[in-house]
């Protein structure tokens, strides 16, 4: 079982930049997806944007769209999540997830990492 563990969140003021990473202990399979995911306080958990591993075909929620960029480094088993033009409501845990279809439904993900908190004040 591939584990999962994100770091690089932090507390930044509106506009800064973040760069979230998402390290896979173990090869990432290349028919696997990979996904970002968040949950603000009091809200459901959403979806950010995921990337497919072999192709890195992408897609983004349209709340960060133009903002966020989903990367890898397929020889790291590294997915980069690079946050700019931050906005408070962008405040949330975030999350790494794998799975195996091209979906942003969140039970498409079988496995996830613990998080990384990403706080923006305005």
């Known amino acids: 079982q591939v584990q999962l563990q994100e770091s690089g969140g932090g507390s930044v003021q509106s506009g800064a930049s973040l760069k979230l990473s998402c390290a896979a202990s173990?090869?990432?399979?290349?028919?696997?997806?990979m996904g970002w995911f968040r949950q603000a306080p009091g809200k459901e958990r959403e979806f950010v944007a995921l990337?497919?591993?072999?192709?890195?075909?992408?897609l983004y929620s349209d709340s960060v769209k133009g903002r966020f960029t989903i990367s890898k480094v397929n020889a790291d088993n590294t997915v980069y999540l690079q946050m700019n033009s931050l906005k408070p409501e962008d405040t949330a845990i975030y999350y790494c997830?794998?799975?195996?279809?091209?979906?942003?439904?969140?039970?498409?993900?079988?496995?996830w990492g613990q998080g990384t908190q990403v706080i923006v004040a305005s």
């Open positions: 173990g090869r990432i399979y290349s028919s696997s997806v």
């Open positions: 997830a794998r799975g195996s279809h091209y979906d942003s439904d969140q039970r498409a993900y079988h496995s």
């Open positions: 990337i497919r591993w072999h192709s890195g075909t992408t």
